[in-house]
T-cell receptor
């Protein structure tokens, strides 16, 4: 299994540009999520999905859109990039089963917005 | 609101010594506490978890202690090795929850 894969690894955008961060998993996990990690801080949840066709907002959803058309893929779209979105983005996935969702993380995408 | 925080942002230990990483939490409704390890340039990796009705759980070279009275969680790493160098995060969750709440992280460095 490849686990959780993310592309690209690095990206530089200009303010106002849009782009999509890709995330895929091959473990047949129902749950997928996106986090951002800023320097010196923990991970903050952006959006998550409990299955194909179902998405919901996390702690910091503004400026980001998601969709889940398949179990495997969960892309994150930046609609109009802003410098405040400079961060490292992690995708994670897990099974939905008790007691909680033990999440597997991808390697991350480092995004810089100038 | 909910928050999970750490006492120390950095910890430096001698190779072979034991490491203790601390974490304070504020949500008494949390059912599970989880420790993640993040090596440079990688995503977080699950280490160990503990349920709120336990006060101690041991894994391979790691022990997690939970003190609900003072809302404190710690991760002990025995005989610290160079490969233990990483940032360690505590996180909390509730039974069947769809979210993890992460703390700030502690950077552990190993001195030869």
């Amino acid at each position: 299994n490849a686990g959780v894969t993310q592309t690209p690894k690095f990206q530089v955008l200009k303010t106002g540009q849009s782009m999509t961060l890709q995330c895929a998993q091959d473990m047949n996990h129902e749950y997928m999520s996106w986090y951002r990690q800023d320097p010196g801080m923990g991970l903050r949840l952006i959006h998550y999905s409990v299955g194909a066709g179902i998405t919901d907002q996390g702690e910091v959803p503004n400026g980001y859109n998601v969709s889940r058309s398949t179990t495997e893929d969960f892309p994150l779209r930046l609609l109009s990039a802003a410098p405040s979105q400079t961060s490292v983005y992690f995708c994670a996935s897990s099974y939905i089963r008790a007691p909680y969702y033990e999440q597997y993380f991808g390697p991350g995408t480092r995004l810089t917005v100038t | 609101g909910e928050s999970v925080g750490l006492h120390l942002p950095t910890l430096s230990v001698q190779e072979g010594d034991n490491s203790i990483i601390n974490c304070a939490y504020s949500n008494s409704a949390s059912d599970y506490f989880i420790w993640y390890k993040q090596e440079s340039g990688k995503g977080p990796q699950f280490i160990i978890d503990i349920r709120s009705n336990m006060d101690k759980r041991q894994g391979q070279r790691v022990t997690v202690l939970l003190n609900k009275t003072v809302k404190h969680l710690s991760l002990q790493i025995a005989a610290t090795q160079p490969g233990d160098s990483a940032v360690y995060f505590c996180a909390e969750s509730r039974e069947g929850a769809q979210k993890l709440v992460f703390g700030q992280g502690t950077r552990l460095t190993i001195n030869p």
